[in-house]
């Protein structure tokens, strides 16, 4: 499986509906983070998680990571049709820095 | 503070041609990443600038490609000749440091190669 794999590669809900995407890796990390990319877009940082953290929340964002699993989940919850988007989640490999990405999660969100 | 920017934001190219992209970091940031995802793949690293000097350059997929950063300000990168395979968002990011420093992201170039 490729570094920093998305699960699943798409996902359709209901508005209002929580949406949860997960990813894997397999190297040592300094960080974990998840980036959302509109159709068309640039990509946009959502939330950091660093590697002696075990969970995080930014808004209706949860985002968790088990080091000792190499993965991490995007917990979206009352989704709304804005929230329509692909998900990225990028690892940084401990000691090169270099960011490793995953192919992502589309998730798009019917209103 | 004005983000990451890329130009152009879309090209078209045929087989064969040169094209330069280019990105202006973030003010201040002196690490400035490119990354490229090909279509249906995951986004790539290419090469890493810390000011001007290119720190890592592993991902660079051949010698058509060129990346300068001179003055450590913004960056071009230049595909000469360009190739079906290339096409693809280049995307550009700068942080102010490494480590857990975040990157941030630019729109991204859409590179279509005829």
């Not at chain 1, 798409?10 to 509906?17: D, K, N, P, V, Y």
């Not at chain 2, 087989?15 to 990105?23: A, D, P, S």
Request: with cysteine; proline share 3%; aromatic share 8%.
């Amino acid at each position: 499986s490729q570094q920093g794999e998305e699960d699943p590669q798409a996902l359709s809900i209901q508005e209002g509906e929580n949406a949860t995407m997960n990813c894997s890796y397999k190297t040592s990390i300094n960080n974990l983070q998840w980036y959302r990319q509109n159709s068309g877009r640039g990509l946009v940082h959502l939330i950091l998680i660093r590697s002696n953290e075990r969970e995080k929340h930014s808004g209706r964002l949860r985002v968790t990571l088990d080091t000792s699993k190499k993965s991490s989940s995007l917990l979206i919850t009352a989704s709304r049709a804005a929230d329509t988007a692909s998900y990225f989640c990028a690892t940084e490999d401990s000691g090169t820095y270099k960011y490793i990405f995953g192919t992502g999660t589309r998730l798009k969100v019917l209103a | 503070e004005a983000g990451v920017t890329q130009f152009p934001s879309h090209s078209v190219i045929e087989k064969g041609q040169t094209v330069t992209l280019r990105c202006d970091p973030i003010s201040g940031h002196d690490n400035l990443y490119w990354y490229r995802r090909v279509m249906g793949k995951e986004i790539k690293f290419l090469l890493h600038f810390v000011k001007e000097s290119k720190q890592d350059e592993s991902g660079m997929p051949n010698n058509r490609f060129l990346a300068e950063r001179t003055g450590g300000t913004y960056s071009t990168l230049k595909v000469q000749p360009a190739e079906l395979e290339d096409s693809g968002v280049y995307f550009c990011a700068s942080s102010r440091g490494q480590g857990t420093d975040t990157q941030y992201f630019g729109p991204g170039t859409r590179l279509t190669v005829l």
